[in-house]
């Protein structure tokens, strides 16, 4: 007997029935699949913190370094400047001047007037010199801050001035090591060296510059506060053209603006020496007294 041949009818149940175990194997399935977690090899470990770390006294170390760096490419600067000078009385004193500085000590000054040279000032190490043409007056002493505030307006030693003049850290300041603080001030950043009870001398950086001196003494009272600003690209050196510098303890105040400055051009050492005028009058200053006159005919 000829098989049965399998009707419409079966051929539909078998159909129906593979379609209800296909969804209940995926209903089984799905569940599982929705837990599994792809594994992807993993990346570098992220680094942990340097305990202590401080980014801004990082930054600080790469300025104070750079800045180190920039003092040992400067060598001497030339310029003619417009200096403004106010004192006690708040009055504010005009005058141009032509001014050459060599490292570590040597400064010379000429006072200009309508007339021509005013004042003619040269310190080199211990010693500085002042030639007042109009009187025909020479005068000798010790390049101390005295000295020089009183004929060049800036009460310090000429090393410090020499300093300040090319935008350099004043000597004291321990740049080296790292900063006992870091601020912001209006944008710009403040390293801190010392305490109150030491003294605080401050470093102040803007857009990598040096913007800021500060150096005070314990107890509060500032000693000087000079700023730095329009620096120019000088043969690959950033130099500023503007020095503004306060002297709270002598009441003073001065401003130097650079007109072309020169940067480590050829300065001979007799740039800085100075002899009497045939038939000067020549006076030896000392400390304590304002001069001695020693006319030699």
Same mark, same amino acid.
Do not use: W
């Given at each position: ?9 079966? *051929? ?39 305990? &202590?770390? %401080?980014?801004?006294?990082? @930054? ?20 003619? +400047? ?6 006690? %009385? ?21 006072? /200009? ?20 043409? &109009?009187?025909?007056?020479? /005068? ?12 060049? *307006?800036?009460? /310090?030693?000429?090393? $410090? ?18 900063? %006992?603080?870091?601020?912001? $001030?209006?944008? /710009? ?6 305490? +109150? ?40 050196? @950033? ?6 510098? %306060? ?9 130097? *603006? ?40």
């Amino acid at each position: 007997m000829p098989p049965m041949r399998a009707t419409d009818s079966a *051929r539909g149940r078998v159909r129906c029935y593979l379609r209800i175990v296909t969804l209940l194997l995926l209903a089984a399935v799905l569940p599982l699949a929705s837990c599994v977690v792809v594994q992807y090899p993993k990346g570098p470990e992220p680094e942990s913190p340097i305990p &202590g770390f %401080d980014a801004q006294k990082f @930054q600080i170390e790469k300025l104070t370094a750079a800045l180190a760096e920039r003092e040992k490419s400067l060598e001497s600067m030339q310029t003619t +400047a417009v200096m403004e000078y106010t004192g006690i %009385d708040q009055k504010v004193v005009k005058a141009k001047e032509q001014l050459v500085v060599k490292r570590p000590d040597s400064l010379r000054v000429e006072a /200009m007037s309508p007339f021509g040279v005013a004042l003619l000032l040269a310190a080199q190490g211990p010693e500085l010199a002042i030639y007042e043409p &109009g009187q025909n007056r020479f /005068m000798r002493g010790a390049a101390n801050a005295e000295t020089l505030y009183r004929f060049a *307006r800036i009460p /310090m030693e000429p090393n $410090d001035a020499v300093g300040l003049l090319m935008g350099l850290a004043p000597r004291e300041f321990a740049i080296s090591k790292p900063a %006992d603080s870091v601020s912001n $001030d209006n944008g /710009m950043m403040v390293a801190a060296y010392g305490t +109150a009870e030491t003294g605080v001398r401050q470093l102040g950086f803007s857009n990598g510059n040096l913007a800021l001196v500060r150096d005070t003494e314990a107890g509060g009272q500032v000693r000087y506060e000079v700023r730095y600003s329009d620096y120019h690209d000088i043969g690959g050196v @950033q130099f500023p053209y503007v020095v503004d510098a %306060d002297f709270p303890a002598a009441r003073s105040h001065v401003k130097l *603006r650079y007109l072309r400055p020169i940067i480590n051009g050829a300065v001979p050492e007799s740039t800085f020496v100075l002899t009497p005028a045939p038939g000067a009058t020549q006076m030896n200053l000392s400390k304590g007294v304002s001069y001695r006159v020693e006319n030699e005919g």
